[in-house]
Structures are given as C-alpha cells and as structure tokens.
C-alpha cells in the first residue's frame, strides 16, 4: 500500500511563531487525510485534501496538497499553546489507512 | 450518540495472561480498526473488518486476534500476552475507506 514520510517528528515553538510539518509520498497519492491527537487523547480527523494543487484553510492552519499528489503540507499561523499535539497525516491502503508517524509539536507560552 | 467507546480504558497484565478489548460503535459504520500506538512508531494497523462477517490482518497482527460480532462491535483478543505488546490501543470506525473516527483508547501495560 502507499506509504508517507512525515518531517519533522518534533517542533517545539514559541507561542505566535508558525509551524510547518510536511507529509511526502514516492508514489502519486489519491487523497491525503490530516489528524490531530491531543496529548493523552485520541486522533480526530482535521481535514481531507483529494484534488491536485488543493488549498484548504480552517481558520489559522492552511492545508496544501501537491500540485504532483506526492506530497502534502500542514501550516499553522501565530501558534497558540491550544495548538499543541501530534499531526499525522494518513493515505489510503485498501480498505484502510498507512499513517505517518507524526510531528509532535510544543508550543511554550 | 456516543460515537465509538471502548473498554477498559485502563489494564494491567502479567506475561501470558489474556484479555479482549472491547470496542463499539453507534454511526452505523461499515469498517472498524484496530491500532496500536507506541512512542515514535505512529498508528499501525494490527486488523481491520471491511464490513460485518469480514476480517483482514494489518500491518503487525502477530499475538492478536479479532472478532467482528455485529456491525457495531469488533474486539480485539490477547491470547497469551506479552511486554512487547505494552501500548496504548485504538479503535476506530469509518463508512469506507473515509474519515476515521478513534475511540478514546486503552492503555495496557504487560509485567
């Protein structure tokens, strides 16, 4: 099944500077899914990116999905401490899911 | 509309015992997973069931198993527990191969 590759694993920020983390793929994607887990909690599904060169935007965090379909981009604007957490990405394999393993991102008020 | 629950949130194991997690779901959803998440190794699949009487193995299924009882529940069986299987478990449930969504978790820990 397709595989992804998630950089960086950790980003540890002040609060209001901005955060990247990027998701790549060596073969052509159909669609790319991004979670959210908060420390201690679960995944939650943020958003999913399915058409070429796609931009999405959910009040400060852009989502960007390559103009290839191999790769794909999370970007949070002034991080806030309510940011923190882990973003995976997520591509679909069969009837199920091949998750990235995560960036971890902390943000120090 | 409780979404996806599972149980026990919490367990505590010596080598060898066994144990089922159990999970649910109310959304009428056609595919449920498990997972396994251990620290800098991501989610990885351990099963998934496609749908109601199908099951599949995942990406590490060694030491476990799973039933599909219904459309709302899938356990996952530890017949013979080890440390190596310490880790904290999800359930999740999808309509297809489309958004998941993630029980809270269980968190097991093997003595």
């Known amino acids: 099944g397709q595989q992804v590759m998630q950089i960086p694993q950790y980003q540890h920020v002040q609060e209001g500077e901005d955060f990247t983390t990027y998701c790549n793929s060596s073969?052509?994607?159909?669609?790319i899914q991004w979670y959210k887990q908060r420390p201690g909690g679960h995944p939650v599904f943020l958003i999913q990116?399915?058409?070429?060169?796609e931009v999405k935007k959910q009040k400060r965090l852009t989502f960007q999905f390559g103009e290839a379909k191999k790769n794909s981009s999370l970007h949070i604007t002034a991080t806030q401490t309510t940011d923190v957490g882990t973003y995976f990405c997520?591509?679909?394999?069969?009837?199920?899911?091949?998750f990235g393993k995560g960036t971890s991102l902390l943000v120090t008020p | 509309n409780a979404g996806v629950t599972q149980t026990p949130k919490f367990q505590v194991l010596k080598t060898g015992q066994s144990m089922t997690l159990q999970c649910a779901q109310d959304?009428?959803?056609?595919?449920m997973y498990w997972y396994r998440q251990d620290p800098g190794m991501g989610l990885r699949l351990i099963y998934y069931?496609?749908?109601?009487?199908?099951?599949d193995k995942g990406e590490v299924p060694n030491g476990y198993n799973v039933s599909r009882l219904n459309k709302r529940e899938f356990s996952l069986r530890l017949e013979s527990a080890a440390p190596s299987q310490t880790s904290v478990y999800f359930c999740?449930?999808?309509?297809?191969?489309?958004?998941?969504?993630f029980g809270p978790g269980t968190r097991l820990t093997v003595l």
């Open positions: 999740a449930s999808s309509p297809s191969t489309d958004t998941q969504y």
């Open positions: 073969t052509t994607l159909s669609n």
């Open positions: 990116l399915v058409k070429s060169g």
């Open positions: 997520a591509v679909v394999s069969g009837y199920a899911l091949n």
């Open positions: 959304m009428n959803h056609n595919s």
């Open positions: 069931s496609a749908s109601e009487g199908t099951t």
